[in-house]
């Protein structure tokens, strides 16, 4: 993709987060986000088939990150810029949702935050399948592993909201100890 392009794409995905932040996804037009981006219907669809499209896209490039960081995919920033070498992933995770990585607080705090919080959910089962199912790193139990594939990344969703409405006031690294605790019996090291 150029430059041009990615400059396009960056405008669309503004304006729609723009306007995610002010009502509910049902209530905006593709026509909105392309007044909001002052962009053409042509330059829209070259983007983006449909707003449901441009909603996955821009939920895969705000959650993508981590499981792209995770499984070892190069960024502008290593894990270790975030912290130790040792800190988990959910540590990494916590700490760009406290920088407000990509106004993503305003999304997940938004009236759309169920949107979002569904495609965080999606995006972290895979990076718990990545992380502790594939790697090994599930604890034996009688029960099946998509089953607590599926717990652990809920659990961590409950956990960011939580942390959310009680206006993060803890540091990233109580809740990720916090998770810690609530995952342990399921994991090894």
Same mark, same amino acid.
């Given at each position: 993709?150029?430059?041009?392009? *990615?400059?396009?794409?960056? /405008?669309?995905?503004?304006? !729609?987060? =723009? &306007? $995610?932040?002010?009502?509910?996804?049902?209530?905006?037009?593709?026509?909105?986000?392309?007044?909001?981006?002052?962009?053409?219907?042509?330059?829209?669809?070259?983007?983006?088939?449909?707003?449901?499209?441009?909603?996955?896209?821009?939920?895969?490039?705000?959650?993508?990150?981590?499981?792209?960081?995770?499984?070892?995919?190069?960024?502008?920033?290593?894990? *270790?810029?975030?912290?130790? /070498?040792?800190?988990?992933? !959910?540590? =990494? &995770? $916590?700490?760009?949702?406290?920088?407000?990585?990509?106004?993503?607080?305003?999304?997940?705090?938004?009236?759309?935050?169920?949107?979002?919080?569904?495609?965080?959910?999606?995006?972290?089962?895979?990076?718990?399948?990545?992380?502790?199912?594939?790697?090994?790193?599930?604890?034996?139990?009688?029960?099946?592993?998509?089953?607590?594939?599926?717990?652990?990344?809920?659990?961590?969703?409950?956990?960011?909201?939580?942390?959310?409405? =009680?206006?993060?006031?803890?540091?990233?690294?109580?809740?990720?100890?916090?998770?810690?605790?609530?995952?342990?019996?399921?994991?090894?090291?």
């Amino acid at each position: 993709m150029d430059r041009r392009q *990615r400059k396009t794409r960056e /405008a669309i995905f503004d304006a !729609f987060t =723009h &306007l $995610l932040e002010k009502q509910a996804y049902h209530q905006i037009t593709v026509q909105d986000i392309i007044d909001k981006a002052d962009i053409g219907r042509a330059t829209f669809y070259a983007h983006f088939e449909t707003k449901d499209y441009l909603l996955k896209d821009l939920c895969q490039t705000l959650f993508g990150h981590i499981v792209d960081t995770a499984t070892g995919v190069p960024h502008t920033h290593s894990h *270790r810029a975030y912290g130790k /070498a040792d800190d988990t992933v !959910f540590l =990494h &995770l $916590l700490r760009h949702l406290r920088e407000n990585d990509r106004n993503i607080l305003a999304l997940l705090n938004s009236q759309n935050n169920e949107i979002f919080l569904q495609y965080f959910k999606t995006n972290l089962k895979d990076l718990v399948k990545t992380q502790f199912s594939d790697a090994g790193r599930l604890t034996q139990s009688p029960l099946p592993t998509d089953f607590l594939v599926n717990h652990i990344s809920v659990s961590f969703v409950e956990t960011v909201s939580w942390w959310l409405s =009680h206006g993060m006031q803890e540091s990233p690294e109580t809740i990720a100890a916090y998770f810690s605790t609530v995952i342990t019996p399921f994991i090894t090291k």
